[in-house]
């Protein structure tokens, strides 16, 4: 409660007059700040391996922008909301940070998208998953670089419901994300002519998973869609293993990072199929950053949200530089204008409700067998386009898009 009372007070501070930026670089420098968790359940999603790639793409640029210092400052959000409301108000209020790039839980991201849009600063997804933020909570200064609880489930109930699998059960983790990837999944499976036959929402962070895993194993439901991510999600493979869970029932993951395979192990994971934004081994494009970003961090995966950094922050930087300006508007139009390029999307459009519209890829998790060499994870199966994986203009509750 005085966490929430707390939230509620700050968030009154974001309808006072805030100040507007004259055209030009504000402050004689850019400033971005970095937001995640560091050091809780999530910080292998993102974390300080964000930073890095942040580093890089700052010095790929050059270091400055129109003449102007590029400067990165880092936070972590703790997974609480008054925390991370904290830190953006500071920020863009106090220290002149011109835009935030963030992998924090949906909840504070909600909160930090207000603060965003009422300074016209640029507030950049990468790693939040609710897909309310390019829908009926959607900004204008807000771009989704990752995947969302809409697209990653999609494709993975379609397949499966394909192939048979009409009854499912949900282990969800009490937050907004997992609220709403159950959401979003059980549409598609309704959609498709399946049943949910219920659901269990667990605490955030939990280590015993067993009562709520011995409840989906009574449901007979042939499908246990995890609706989780981080720590709990590990857990509630290795004890689903435990529980012999896997010789009666498919274990789903919707929203699976491959910094999750890694820590879990391909022992565990070997033939599960999933969706995903980027895989470092596809192109040779991006098994040269990949090197590169092991390079700066002794050896470390490059992963689906730090990837996703470096393309949002080089993004931003081109519109920076081309507009002549750091204010968030300006900015912002320049941004959904130009064709995203680099290491990993070719030629990608960010369409008015913020969404970036990248292809994604089905994926087959390999056996420890057939893993050759360091990160050798996956077997990539199919592309799924953009109109066909991401929330259609017609479903779509954003105004922005909808005025299009």
Same mark, same amino acid.
């Given at each position: 409660?005085?966490?929430?009372?707390?939230?509620?007070?700050?968030?009154?501070?974001?309808?006072?007059?805030?100040?507007?930026?004259?055209?030009?670089?504000?402050?004689?420098?850019?400033?971005?700040?970095?937001?995640?968790?560091?050091? $809780?359940?999530?910080?292998?999603?993102?974390?300080?391996?964000?930073?890095?790639?942040?580093?890089?793409?700052?010095?790929?640029?050059?270091?400055?922008?129109? $003449?102007?210092?590029?400067?990165?400052?880092?936070?972590?959000?703790?997974?609480?909301?008054?925390?991370?409301?904290?830190?953006?108000?500071?920020?863009?209020?106090?220290?002149? %940070?011109?835009?935030? %790039?963030?992998?924090?839980?949906?909840?504070?991201?909600?909160?930090?998208?207000?603060?965003?849009?009422?300074?016209?600063?640029?507030?950049?997804?990468? $790693?939040?998953?609710?897909?309310?933020?390019?829908?009926?909570?959607?900004?204008?200064?807000?771009?989704?670089?990752?995947?969302?609880?809409?697209?990653?489930?999609?494709?993975?109930?379609?397949?499966?419901?394909?192939?048979?699998?009409?009854?499912?059960?949900?282990?969800?983790?009490?937050?907004?994300?997992?609220?709403?990837?159950?959401?979003?999944?059980?549409?598609?499976?309704?959609?498709?002519?399946?049943? %949910?036959?219920?659901?269990?929402?667990?605490?955030?962070?939990?280590?015993?998973?067993?009562?709520?895993?011995?409840?989906?194993?009574?449901?007979?439901?042939?499908?246990?869609?995890?609706?989780?991510?981080?720590?709990?999600?590990?857990?509630?493979?290795?004890?689903?293993?435990?529980?012999?869970?896997?010789?009666?029932?498919?274990?789903?993951?919707?929203?699976?990072?491959?910094?999750?395979?890694?820590?879990?192990?391909?022992?565990?994971?070997?033939?599960?199929?999933?969706?995903?934004?980027?895989?470092?081994?596809?192109?040779?494009?991006?098994?040269?950053?990949?090197?590169?970003?092991?390079?700066?961090?002794?050896?470390?995966?490059?992963?689906?949200?730090?990837?996703?950094?470096?393309?949002?922050?080089?993004?931003?930087?081109?519109?920076?530089?081309?507009?002549?300006?750091?204010?968030?508007?300006?900015?912002?139009?320049?941004?959904?204008?130009?064709?995203?390029?680099?290491?990993?999307?070719?030629?990608?459009?960010?369409?008015?409700?913020?969404?970036?519209?990248?292809?994604?890829? %089905?994926?087959?998790?390999?056996?420890?067998?057939?893993?050759?060499?360091?990160?050798?994870?996956?077997?990539?199966?199919?592309?799924?386009?953009?109109?066909?994986?991401?929330?259609?203009?017609?479903?779509?509750?954003?105004?922005?898009?909808?005025?299009?």
């Amino acid at each position: 409660m005085r966490s929430r009372i707390a939230v509620l007070g700050m968030i009154a501070l974001l309808f006072t007059n805030a100040p507007v930026s004259a055209q030009g670089i504000s402050g004689d420098v850019v400033k971005i700040g970095i937001m995640n968790d560091q050091n $809780g359940p999530y910080a292998d999603n993102c974390g300080l391996g964000s930073v890095a790639a942040a580093k890089l793409a700052i010095a790929d640029f050059g270091g400055t922008v129109g $003449g102007k210092k590029i400067e990165l400052v880092i936070a972590d959000d703790q997974n609480k909301p008054d925390v991370g409301v904290a830190i953006a108000l500071r920020w863009v209020d106090n220290e002149g %940070v011109d835009a935030i %790039v963030g992998c924090s839980a949906s909840s504070i991201a909600l909160a930090v998208q207000e603060i965003m849009k009422n300074r016209k600063k640029p507030y950049m997804l990468a $790693g939040t998953a609710g897909s309310f933020f390019t829908n009926d909570k959607c900004s204008p200064m807000t771009t989704q670089w990752v995947v969302d609880t809409y697209a990653q489930p999609k494709a993975t109930v379609k397949a499966l419901l394909a192939q048979g699998i009409d009854s499912w059960f949900f282990l969800t983790v009490d937050y907004a994300f997992g609220k709403a990837w159950q959401s979003d999944a059980t549409k598609f499976i309704e959609a498709g002519g399946g049943k %949910v036959l219920g659901s269990v929402l667990h605490p955030l962070n939990s280590s015993d998973l067993s009562s709520f895993l011995l409840t989906a194993q009574a449901s007979g439901a042939k499908a246990i869609a995890l609706a989780n991510s981080g720590a709990d999600f590990a857990n509630a493979i290795k004890q689903a293993q435990e529980f012999g869970l896997t010789k009666s029932q498919l274990l789903v993951p919707l929203g699976l990072m491959i910094s999750q395979t890694h820590g879990i192990g391909l022992k565990d994971l070997q033939n599960v199929r999933l969706t995903t934004p980027f895989y470092w081994d596809m192109t040779p494009e991006s098994r040269a950053f990949a090197k590169r970003y092991a390079e700066a961090t002794n050896g470390q995966l490059l992963n689906e949200g730090k990837s996703a950094t470096y393309s949002a922050i080089t993004h931003y930087l081109n519109a920076v530089a081309a507009s002549g300006s750091d204010d968030g508007d300006a900015v912002m139009r320049q941004m959904k204008n130009t064709p995203v390029n680099d290491f990993e999307m070719k030629n990608v459009a960010i369409r008015a409700d913020g969404q970036v519209m990248r292809p994604l890829y %089905v994926a087959r998790i390999k056996t420890p067998a057939e893993s050759k060499y360091t990160y050798d994870y996956y077997e990539i199966t199919g592309t799924i386009a953009p109109e066909d994986a991401w929330r259609p203009a017609s479903e779509s509750a954003c105004d922005l898009l909808k005025s299009q």
